[in-house]
């Protein structure tokens, strides 16, 4: 079996898109792990902020947790109307487009863009944060461990949707019950115990406090913890991925995802005041997830504990998928749009948008190595992109209720109008609070993304200008063109390339650039020229093609080649001029060493030359067809 085949399965064809669609089942899994995965960081990161104060930061969790879980419902119900409103795919790109103008749809996707990338490399931060909490001795190899992550979450997703959703479900619904079993356990002890309500394994010792609680440490909490929201965007602007009916199926997995994300969300913080457990970073020498030192003290270090480490682990190695679906489908749209390059509006071998999986890779990987691969560090940039996507989607949504002539226009315009004051509030809260702590990143690489888009626009806008043609074709003064041969000696290439020629034009020359060879090589060849090509095409009263030996004592191969066909050009202006360039095609891989490349240098040289009336015609020789058996056998064997 291929090796293409073994790792990314067959090719798929374009007629079986409708078998790559999701039910709810797989799409849960699929679009929603991401949002998920942030039950593993998000009271963590609220959390790790409240730690500034001390034993105090505790008394002020859960008032954080619940204003955060009252953003989920309001986004919830308004994503719930944008999926009704664009069942084609309802992302904030598109929302914003349609309703508020090209520039702020610009900017929302540049946000989603930022936010996509920064989701996979904190997917991978936080699996191997995982790894490092079980087995602290591997703390030394995040970076190679989060790399190694990223690139198995691009294999998985090369092989299509379907596959993605089925291969996440084992992990995202074991994760949910345990998660939500344990969480569960851990409040029916709390109620039954009370006071003697204690955690099973010893909790680290709470940071001495060094800032005093104020509005500005709860705004921070607050901006922190609202890395639990992002990855619902990724439903609405993939519902076009759903079985039919596709918006009912949407609406589900997001109700599902975001009720699940809230329950957990609640407990953790909960037990985590309950227990006085602490956040720590990777500074304090002692790093452990919070949710992991939660489910610890709950039911210990045994069996469940690993049992529920392992889905962990698992869930957050995965968790980048969300980006996977979301990122390559953006840039689809932006290319459709010709703001990105037309190569990401183009399906791979499994129908997935192939050219976006590879970009989102090299990004998150970049990001990965120049961060350190540490959570800490990367969360300071999560949610401001994703924030002002889903306050830009919400006012056009706005826009979109008032001009609709829908019955329930007006239930719809009051919810999406309360979800951009409230998603608009957080936007600001979050830019405001996590400025220093990298935040102004977000807001140079946002600009420049703009910037990019319009520039790329700009290019295919004059392309068209350019190719574009309203007249009949030109029919004066058509005649075949002069082909130009470059030969290296006699042989099965340029016997090849000299027919084709031939076929073409009556006005061939075969060029020959003496690099430093001896007299006896050029008159060897002059020999087996007149012999093999002059004598027997003037038996059959054909034209044979002359041959010109041209000096290049710098041993110089590509430049006078050059200097001969521009020379050509000049004394044939308008003239079409054909250059038949005949390449020896490996076999194998390997033996692509063995020869050297010239013919793709010379076609390289060519074709920057940048001149319409100068032609490259590429004629390939199969080194594999004309090998002997035997040597051909051996070779397959290889």
């Known amino acids: 079996m291929p090796l293409g085949d073994l790792l990314l399965g067959r090719r798929l064809k374009s007629t079986e898109d409708s078998e790559q669609k999701l039910g709810v089942s797989t799409g849960f899994p699929l679009l929603g792990i991401d949002a998920l995965s942030s039950t593993a960081y998000g009271t963590e990161a609220a959390l790790l902020i409240l730690m500034h104060a001390g034993v105090a930061g505790f008394s002020y969790l859960m008032g954080v947790t619940w204003v955060i879980i009252g953003l989920m419902m309001i986004v919830l119900l308004s994503y719930r109307q944008t999926i009704k409103a664009y069942p084609t795919g309802g992302g904030s790109y598109t929302v914003a487009t349609e309703n508020l103008g090209r520039r702020a749809g610009l900017v929302a996707a540049s946000a989603l863009l930022l936010d996509y990338v920064l989701v996979v490399a904190i997917g991978a931060s936080a699996g191997v944060a995982v790894i490092v909490t079980v087995f602290p001795s591997t703390m030394p190899y995040v970076v ?315 290019h295919y806008i004059q392309v068209n200008r350019a190719t574009s043609v309203h007249h009949e074709m030109d029919v004066t003064l058509i005649q075949r063109p002069i082909v130009i041969v470059p030969v290296q000696r006699w042989n099965s290439l340029t016997e090849r390339a000299m027919r084709f020629a031939i076929n073409l034009s009556d006005d061939v020359q075969a060029i020959h650039v003496a690099d430093g060879e001896g007299d006896e090589a050029i008159s060897y060849l002059r020999r087996d020229w007149k012999e093999f090509v002059e004598d027997p095409l003037r038996s059959v009263k054909r034209k044979a093609p002359e041959l010109i030996i041209i000096p290049s004592p710098y041993r110089r191969i590509i430049t006078p080649i050059l200097e001969y066909v521009k020379a050509r050009r000049i004394q044939h202006p308008g003239r079409q001029i054909m250059v038949v360039v005949p390449e020896l095609v490996e076999a194998r891989w390997y033996q692509y060493f063995l020869h050297n490349q010239r013919a793709q240098a010379l076609k390289a040289a060519l074709l920057i030359q940048g001149e319409n009336d100068i032609v490259v015609m590429n004629v390939p020789w199969y080194l594999d067809q004309h090998m002997p058996k035997k040597e051909k056998a051996i070779s397959r064997r290889k």
């Open 144 to 458: 190679p461990m989060s790399l190694g992550l990223i690139a198995l979450m691009t294999i998985v997703n090369l092989r299509g949707v379907k596959e993605s959703g089925m291969a996440f479900a084992i992990p995202v619904y074991g994760y949910i019950t345990c998660l939500l079993g344990i969480i569960a356990y851990g409040v029916f002890r709390s109620i039954t115990e009370g006071p003697n309500f204690r955690p099973l394994t010893e909790i680290p010792d709470i940071p001495v406090a060094f800032e005093a609680i104020w509005w500005m440490l709860l705004l921070r909490a607050f901006s922190n913890g609202c890395a639990a929201l992002t990855g619902i965007e990724a439903i609405a602007n993939g519902v076009e991925l759903f079985q039919q009916p596709p918006v009912r199926s949407a609406q589900r997995v997001l109700m599902l995802v975001v009720v699940v994300l809230s329950l957990s969300y609640l407990g953790l913080s909960y037990l985590a005041v309950q227990l006085h457990i602490p956040a720590l970073t990777a500074e304090s020498g002692q790093y452990k997830l919070l949710i992991a030192q939660i489910i610890a003290a709950v039911v210990g270090e045994g069996g469940l504990y690993f049992v529920f480490v392992g889905f962990l682990m698992a869930l957050m190695a995965l968790s980048a998928n969300t980006s996977f679906a979301g990122f390559p489908n953006l840039c689809r749209l932006l290319a459709r749009d010709d703001y990105m390059p037309h190569a990401f509006n183009a399906r791979g071998r499994r129908l997935v948008y192939s050219a976006g999986i590879w970009t989102l890779t090299i990004l998150s990987s970049a990001l990965t190595i120049a961060l350190g691969g540490l959570l800490e560090n990367l969360l300071p940039l999560y949610a401001v992109g994703v924030f002002l996507a889903f306050t830009l989607s919400q006012i056009g949504m706005v826009r979109h209720w008032r001009n609709s002539d829908d019955p329930k226009r007006k239930s719809y315009l009051l919810i999406n109008a309360t979800g951009a004051t409230m998603t608009g509030v957080a936007t600001l809260v979050i830019m405001v609070t996590k400025f220093q702590a990298g935040a102004w990143m977000a807001l140079i690489l946002m600009p420049a993304f703009v910037i990019l888009f319009f520039a790329i626009k700009r």
